[in-house]
């Protein structure tokens, strides 16, 4: 349906190149195909672009919202391992400053010298490269089974997140971005060390109070980016936390607790739509019969879904209802029950009733936002509003050139705005219509709210399916919810933790400063005490 729906905002068609086809090939082939879909549909068509990418998984915005962060996190904590390694190299060549004089003395150029120590450097950052990517493949394995208990079964999430292994590609890059951070970390010190004038290193040997630890405006410099580094990264970490408390605060318009969403898949593919709609019938009955349950709604678009619904345009009287510019809402389909299931109480007027959708009559509920957006300042009870024909049903859609066919339906009610599609903001163009009882099954959920926990209920209705032949995806809509949030979540686990073990690694590159200082000064101390 939606590769017909000219009101669809995206979908992916996967399809194999051809061999030696390359993917700009491709691109060139389909930028003529979208240019001629905005010729062929100047009213129903938006801008259309069509994107060819390589392989399956691709990243999204949403995706991009926690990689980059995360990407900076890591550059972050990578930037102060090398202000670390560069502070204690500095003070290294401190205690080396007569061994380089010797060295100067017996005829090796500055350059060798560099050369030198530029490839110990080197091998530190090899060497913690190493290190960091056993760590690395030994908590992959041991975090993965974690990671992959959070998603539901029915997303797949062990066959992409269950062979997480370092290729060669991973290997290169390791050792790309260690060799890099060992000339990072070590060619400053180096260059300062091989400037050493060479009588001066050899005098400094033998002085009063033995070997003199230098000051150097370059260490301070690197001491406080530590600091501040590790500020940056644990600054972050409170926001994070600080929008959690006031995400898990939130009023999403509904009432997630007691509550699970079902998605039943009819078995038996030679049952005609009229057997299936008996079926998923049936499994509504007995899932009211259940004990513990309260009540049973079907909606076409729940509170829990993860993606954003599409819209459908909408008429006024006295407008022209194929105006290029007509409002847009949800049209969402829901059972007389639905409102009673989710715990969404009516603000003005009344809701859907059994009466009202054994009649098949044409009313709607609108949502808060809707009224206000369509009359301010009035009364939306009684007004009439036209949506397109089969937008209850879910089969509208819009293609060609020829105008929807809208059916005026009358406004009973006012709700009250609700999240759908993430609890991030709420949905407010949304009008509520009544599921016509002989309509295909459609992609509709059903919600099931209990008396009490309903993980108690679950396996019952479970059973109950299997005994009609269906297969149910369950999941408890507090889960789902938690779903959403699991991103800003682990970004501020994430986030958290290396800021911690920043603080750590420069508390411990402050102190390894401090030691080799003091002990520099032994004589010193001595003399003084």
């Given at each position: 349906?939606?590769?017909?729906d000219r009101n669809?905002k995206s979908?992916?068609?996967?399809?194999?190149?051809?061999?030696?086809?390359a993917?700009?090939q491709?691109r060139a082939?389909?930028?003529?195909?979208?240019?001629?879909l905005v010729?062929?549909f100047?009213?129903a068509?938006?801008?259309?672009?069509?994107?060819?990418?390589?392989?399956i998984v691709?990243l999204?915005?949403?995706?991009?919202?926690?990689?980059?962060?995360?990407?900076?996190?890591f550059?972050l904590?990578?930037l102060l391992?090398?202000?670390?390694?560069?502070?204690?190299?500095?003070a290294?060549?401190?205690?080396?400053?007569h061994?380089?004089?010797v060295?100067?003395?017996?005829?090796a150029?500055?350059g060798?010298?560099?050369r030198q120590?530029?490839?110990?450097?080197m091998l530190?950052g090899?060497?913690?490269?190493?290190a960091g990517l056993?760590?690395?493949?030994?908590?992959?394995?041991a975090l993965?089974?974690r990671?992959?208990a959070q998603f539901?079964?029915?997303?797949?999430?062990?066959?992409?997140l269950g062979?997480l292994?370092?290729?060669?590609?991973?290997?290169?890059?390791?050792?790309a971005?260690a060799l890099?951070?060992?000339?990072?970390?070590?060619?400053?010190?180096?260059?300062q060390?091989?400037r050493?004038?060479?009588?001066s290193?050899?005098?400094?040997?033998?002085s009063?109070f033995?070997?003199?630890?230098?000051q150097?405006?370059?260490?301070?410099?690197?001491?406080?980016s530590?600091?501040a580094i590790?500020?940056?990264?644990?600054?972050?970490t409170?926001s994070?936390?600080?929008?959690?408390?006031?995400?898990?605060?939130?009023?999403l318009?509904?009432?997630?607790?007691?509550?699970?969403?079902i998605?039943?898949v009819?078995?038996?593919?030679?049952?005609?739509?009229a057997g299936k709609?008996?079926?998923?019938?049936?499994?509504?009955?007995?899932?009211r019969?259940l004990p513990?349950?309260?009540?049973?709604?079907?909606?076409?678009?729940?509170?829990?879904?993860?993606r954003?619904?599409?819209t459908?345009?909408l008429s006024?009287?006295?407008?022209?209802?194929?105006?290029?510019?007509?409002?847009?809402v949800?049209c969402?389909?829901?059972?007389?029950s639905?409102?009673?299931?989710?715990?969404l109480h009516?603000?003005r007027?009344?809701?859907?009733?059994e009466?009202?959708e054994?009649a098949?009559?044409r009313?709607?509920?609108v949502?808060?936002?809707?009224?206000?957006?369509?009359?301010?300042?009035?009364?939306?009870?009684g007004?009439?509003?036209?949506l397109?024909a089969?937008?209850g049903?879910?089969?509208?859609?819009?293609h060609?050139?020829a105008?929807?066919?809208?059916t005026?339906?009358?406004?009973?009610g006012v709700?009250p705005?609700?999240?759908?599609?993430?609890?991030?903001?709420?949905?407010?163009?949304?009008?509520y219509v009544?599921?016509?009882?002989?309509s295909?099954p459609g992609?509709?959920?059903i919600?099931?709210?209990t008396a009490?926990?309903?993980?108690?209920?679950?396996?019952?209705a479970?059973?109950?399916a299997?005994?009609?032949?269906?297969?149910?995806?369950?999941?408890?809509?507090?889960?789902?919810?938690a779903?959403?949030?699991?991103?800003?979540?682990?970004?501020?686990?994430?986030?958290?933790l290396l800021?911690?073990?920043?603080l750590?690694?420069?508390?411990?590159g402050?102190?390894?400063?401090?030691?080799?200082?003091v002990?520099?000064?032994?004589r010193e101390?001595?003399?003084?005490?």
């Amino acid at each position: 349906r939606i590769i017909t729906d000219r009101n669809a905002k995206s979908f992916q068609v996967f399809g194999r190149l051809r061999p030696g086809i390359a993917p700009a090939q491709a691109r060139a082939g389909m930028e003529p195909i979208a240019r001629q879909l905005v010729r062929d549909f100047p009213t129903a068509n938006r801008v259309t672009r069509l994107a060819v990418t390589s392989g399956i998984v691709t990243l999204n915005w949403q995706a991009l919202t926690v990689l980059v962060p995360l990407a900076l996190i890591f550059g972050l904590v990578l930037l102060l391992a090398c202000a670390n390694v560069a502070n204690l190299l500095l003070a290294r060549a401190a205690t080396r400053h007569h061994e380089i004089g010797v060295r100067l003395a017996v005829g090796a150029t500055r350059g060798r010298l560099v050369r030198q120590l530029l490839t110990e450097s080197m091998l530190l950052g090899v060497l913690g490269g190493g290190a960091g990517l056993f760590v690395a493949m030994i908590l992959t394995q041991a975090l993965a089974p974690r990671v992959i208990a959070q998603f539901p079964a029915q997303a797949g999430a062990a066959e992409w997140l269950g062979h997480l292994y370092p290729n060669y590609h991973v290997f290169a890059y390791i050792l790309a971005l260690a060799l890099l951070a060992g000339i990072g970390a070590g060619l400053v010190p180096a260059l300062q060390a091989a400037r050493a004038g060479t009588i001066s290193a050899l005098k400094d040997e033998g002085s009063a109070f033995g070997r003199r630890l230098r000051q150097s405006k370059l260490r301070a410099f690197l001491i406080v980016s530590q600091l501040a580094i590790c500020l940056t990264l644990l600054a972050p970490t409170g926001s994070l936390i600080h929008i959690l408390r006031k995400t898990a605060a939130l009023d999403l318009g509904f009432n997630p607790g007691h509550l699970f969403a079902i998605e039943a898949v009819v078995g038996g593919q030679a049952r005609d739509a009229a057997g299936k709609l008996q079926v998923r019938r049936n499994l509504m009955q007995n899932l009211r019969a259940l004990p513990g349950v309260v009540s049973v709604g079907e909606v076409t678009f729940p509170p829990t879904v993860q993606r954003q619904p599409p819209t459908v345009p909408l008429s006024l009287r006295g407008q022209d209802p194929n105006g290029v510019r007509s409002p847009r809402v949800v049209c969402n389909a829901v059972s007389a029950s639905t409102f009673e299931t989710l715990g969404l109480h009516v603000i003005r007027g009344r809701g859907l009733t059994e009466a009202d959708e054994t009649a098949g009559a044409r009313v709607t509920v609108v949502s808060e936002s809707t009224a206000r957006r369509l009359w301010p300042g009035q009364d939306a009870i009684g007004r009439v509003i036209g949506l397109p024909a089969g937008a209850g049903e879910g089969t509208f859609t819009e293609h060609g050139p020829a105008p929807p066919v809208f059916t005026d339906y009358e406004v009973v009610g006012v709700a009250p705005d609700v999240a759908i599609g993430g609890q991030w903001e709420k949905n407010g163009s949304v009008c509520y219509v009544c599921l016509a009882l002989d309509s295909p099954p459609g992609f509709r959920q059903i919600l099931v709210r209990t008396a009490g926990d309903p993980r108690a209920v679950i396996p019952t209705a479970c059973v109950s399916a299997k005994t009609l032949g269906l297969l149910l995806y369950v999941r408890p809509a507090e889960e789902i919810m938690a779903g959403q949030m699991a991103p800003v979540r682990g970004l501020a686990q994430v986030a958290g933790l290396l800021g911690a073990f920043a603080l750590l690694m420069a508390a411990l590159g402050l102190f390894g400063v401090m030691s080799l200082a003091v002990n520099q000064r032994v004589r010193e101390i001595g003399v003084r005490i």
